[in-house]
């Protein structure tokens, strides 16, 4: 049973900083790309981030320069450093992974359950 578990959210101040952890874990064979998601109350979700398997990064606009996307292969983890933090910033960050269980021969799409991130003075 696959299980993609994010942590690290919270308050912080405007110009703070956050880093988020996502772990994967349970029967993995390969990992592919992870993507970092947010939702804003009353907004869609958005991709902010995504790191691929061979580690190129991607940032949407907003987040580029204040956002760091990394990965750790050996710890089926990726992070998503923020600095510079704004109001805008706020909302439930959600990590999404591709990865190919044990026994299966395609990727599959997994979600974690979200973080709150809240950036407020």
């Not at 990064?57 to 990965?71: D, E, H, I, L, P």
Request: net charge neutral.
């Amino acid at each position: 049973q696959v299980q993609v578990v994010e942590s690290g959210g919270g308050l912080v101040q405007p110009g703070g900083s956050l880093r988020l952890s996502c772990a994967v874990s349970g029967g993995i064979f390969s990992i592919g790309a992870f993507d970092w998601y947010r939702q804003a109350p009353g907004q869609q979700r958005e991709l902010v981030a995504m790191i691929s398997a061979s580690g190129s990064t991607n940032y949407v606009a907003s987040v580029q320069g204040r956002f760091t996307v990394s990965r750790d292969s050996a710890k089926n983890t990726t992070y998503l450093q923020m600095n510079s933090l704004k109001p805008e910033d706020t909302a439930v960050y959600y990590c999404n992974v591709n990865l190919q269980q044990l026994g299966d021969t395609y990727f599959r799409s997994y979600w974690g359950q979200g973080t709150q991130v809240t950036v407020s003075p």
